[in-house]
């Protein structure tokens, strides 16, 4: 019973360089989400997934692109690493029009160097 | 732009008191809310939702609803030294995206 799992728990890019933040779920959620955490500015959503198939930005979607594979699997790419990506990043997904809130993953500690 | 604002603390009580964690929301469809309990380095993990006005008990938690002020809170009595972390209040506005929108947080410290 896995639940919302993310790859990698930690990475260092050098500023310029591309990488793709994996999540997967298995507990057949129809909406998946992208957030970003840092210091004194809470969770801000990236970009999120309502359903399979589609996709949409939402507060912070500069910098970013997302894929949204089938119904469990939601990837975001960062096509040029800049410092300013130095994150915290969850992947989260609900069903149920989110009447009991999201599950989340544990979590991507990036540094862009 | 829908907003969700907590104060950031922190907020220190001594343990076996009972802490307080208020949560206001500026979207008047906002359908239903949540508490997540974030500890330092851990992703959030859910601890109550409430959709109706009034108040939601769940063991030594309580949420409070009241829509009208749009001002949603939680108590938590007999607080132990693991309660000790961020508490984050969320609004889902009720839209076909099911975005949650989320607080900044409450930093809580309970003192041995």
């Known amino acids: 019973n896995a639940g919302v799992t993310q790859t990698p728990k930690f990475q260092v890019l050098k500023t310029g360089q591309s990488m793709t933040l994996q999540c997967a779920q298995d507990?057949?959620?129809?909406?998946m989400y992208w957030y970003r955490q840092d210091p004194g500015m809470g969770l801000r959503l990236i970009y999120y997934?309502?359903?399979?198939?589609?996709?949409d930005k939402g507060e912070v979607p500069n910098g970013y692109n997302v894929s949204r594979l089938n119904k469990r699997e939601f990837s975001l790419r960062l096509e040029s690493a800049a410092p300013s990506q130095t994150s915290v990043y969850f992947c989260?997904?609900?069903?149920?029009?989110?009447?009991?809130?999201?599950?989340f993953g544990s979590g991507t500690r990036l540094t862009v160097v | 732009q829908k907003e969700v604002e907590q104060n950031s603390g922190p907020l220190s009580v001594p343990e076996g008191a009972i802490a307080s964690l208020n949560c206001t929301y500026s979207?008047?469809?906002?359908?239903?809310f949540f508490w997540y309990r974030q500890y330092s380095g851990k992703s959030p993990e859910l601890i109550m939702f409430?959709?109706?006005?009034g108040d939601k008990e769940d063991g030594r938690f309580t949420a409070q609803l009241n829509k009208a002020s749009q001002y949603v809170s939680l108590l938590i009595r007999d607080s132990q030294p693991s309660d000790s972390a961020t508490y984050l209040c969320?609004?889902?506005?009720?839209?076909?995206?099911?975005?949650?929108?989320f607080g900044k947080g409450t930093l809580l410290t309970v003192n041995p």
């Open positions: 979207d008047r469809g906002s359908q239903s």
């Open positions: 997934s309502a359903s399979e198939g589609t996709t």
């Open positions: 969320a609004v889902n506005n009720g839209g076909s995206n099911y975005k949650l929108t």
């Open positions: 989260a997904s609900t069903s149920d029009r989110a009447r009991r809130g999201y599950t």
């Open positions: 507990m057949n959620h129809n909406s």
């Open positions: 409430i959709y109706s006005n």
